[in-house]
C-alpha cells in the first residue's frame, strides 16, 4: 500500500533536510539541503567524526596561521558532508555560505567558488551544488553575480517575506527557500493562537502567495518550502516545485495513508512583475514586515552562532 509519502513525490520533488546523511537512505529523496545548525548536531556524532579530522587535516596543510586553518576547516566539512550526500542522493546538494557574511556581497562570492572549488577537485560537478545564501539584499546581488558570471547556481535561505522573494524571481537565482515553519513560530509567539490547519497556516499561506506569483509571471526560480514544525504544513504545500523535510518528519509521512491533494491556487496580481524592486523599495519592506524582519535577523544570528560554536570544536581539535 502506498504512504503519503508516496504520494507526495508524485507532485512535488522531496529534499532531504539534514546533515545526518545516514538517516536519509531509506526515504529516497532527490536532493538534500544542509545548514550550519545540521552539520554542527552531525559533527558531534561519533560516526563522522573522520570527516570532521579530515576537515583539519587539509586546513592545517593549506594555512599557517591557527584563524586561516579554522575558517577553512568550515568551510571543508561544509563540503565533506555535501560530499558524501551527493553519493545517496542522485540530484543537488544546498551547501550555505557562513551567514556572519549576510551583508558583504564580495565576501560570499569569495567563498561560494571556493566551496564550488572544493566540490569539483572532489570530483563533483558545480551542477549539483546549490550555494546558500541569506536572502538579504547583500545576498540576492551576491547570487546573482554568482549565477550571471559564475554559473554557480543559488539557494537564497532565510526567506520570509513576498519581496524577498520578488527580488530573488528579478535577479535569476536558481531556487528560493521560504521557511514556512519559523513564520508559523512567529505568529504563535506574537499573537498566541496555536493550532493552526493546513489551510490556515501564516507559512504555508506565504508560500502559495509566492508560488502563484511566480507561476503566474512566469518565473523560472524554484520554489522549496522549508523549516516545517507539522506534517499539516507538508500538505498543506502539495504541488509545491520542492519541499525539504527533516527525516523525523519523512519517517512520518512514510507511516500514514492520506493521499493528499493538491493544494488550492489563486493568482496574486498584488506587485506587476514589470516593475523592478529597488534597494530602497526591498529595504522599506522588509523594514515594514515585522515578522520578516524579526525572523530575518534572528536566523543570521542562530546561524552564525551554530557556526561559531562548531569553530570552537575545530580550533579545539587543531590546538590537541
Known amino acids: 500500500m502506498s504512504s503519503t509519502l508516496d504520494h507526495l513525490k508524485k507532485h512535488t520533488i522531496i529534499v532531504a533536510d539534514t546533515g545526518d546523511f545516514n538517516s ?24 563522522y567524526s573522520h570527516l570532521l579530522d579530515s576537515a583539519i587535516q587539509y586546513a592545517k596543510k593549506e594555512k599557517q596561521t591557527l584563524n586561516e586553518q579554522i575558517e577553512l576547516a568550515l568551510e571543508r566539512i561544509f563540503v565533506l558532508f555535501g560530499c558524501e550526500i551527493l553519493k545517496i542522493v542522485p540530484g543537488r546538494v544546498s551547501t550555505e555560505v ?20 572544493m ?13 546558500k545564501l541569506s536572502s538579504t539584499w547583500e545576498g540576492i546581488k551576491a547570487a546573482k553575480i554568482l549565477e550571471s558570471q559564475y554559473g554557480i547556481h543559488c539557494n537564497l535561505t532565510l526567506m520570509f ?17 521560504p521557511f514556512v515553519g519559523r513564520v508559523l513560530d512567529w505568529y504563535i509567539t506574537k499573537y498566541g493562537k496555536k493550532e493552526y490547519t493546513r489551510n490556515d497556516d501564516p507559512g504555508v499561506n506565504l508560500v502559495t502567495r509566492i508560488y502563484n506569483y511566480y507561476k503566474v509571471h512566469g518565473y523560472k526560480t524554484q520554489i522549496m518550502g522549508a523549516s516545517f514544525r507539522n506534517v499539516e504544513q507538508i500538505l498543506g504545500l502539495v504541488g509545491c516545485d520542492l519541499l525539504t523535510i527533516s527525516p523525523s518528519l519523512l519517517d512520518e509521512l512514510s ?45 543570521i544570528r542562530r546561524f552564525t552562532n551554530d557556526a561559531l560554536i562548531l569553530k570552537d570544536l575545530i580550533k579545539t581539535r587543531i590546538e590537541q
Not at 531509506?26 to 548536531?41: F, R
Request: charged share 25%; hydrophobic share 35%.
Open 24 to 47: 536519509i537512505k531509506n526515504y529516497l529523496p532527490i536532493d538534500s539541503t544542509t545548514n550550519p545548525s545540521l552539520i554542527l548536531s552531525a559533527c558531534k556524532l561519533p560516526q
Open 98 to 117: 557562513d551567514a556572519r557574511y549576510s551583508f558583504n556581497v564580495q565576501k560570499q562570492i569569495e567563498i561560494a567558488c571556493r566551496l564550488i572549488s
Open 119 to 131: 566540490y569539483e577537485e572532489l570530483g563533483f560537478s558545480k551542477e549539483r551544488i546549490l550555494i
Open 161 to 177: 517575506s513576498f519581496y524577498q522573494a520578488i527580488a530573488c524571481a528579478q535577479a535569476n537565482v536558481t531556487l528560493i527557500s
Open 255 to 299: 507511516k500514514m495513508s492520506e493521499v493528499p491533494s493538491l493544494s488550492q491556487t489563486s493568482y496574486d496580481h498584488s506587485y506587476q512583475s514589470d516593475e523592478l524592486l529597488t534597494e530602497e523599495e526591498f529595504r522599506w519592506q522588509m523594514n515594514e514586515d515585522e515578522m520578516a524582519n524579526d525572523k530575518l535577523t534572528d536566523g
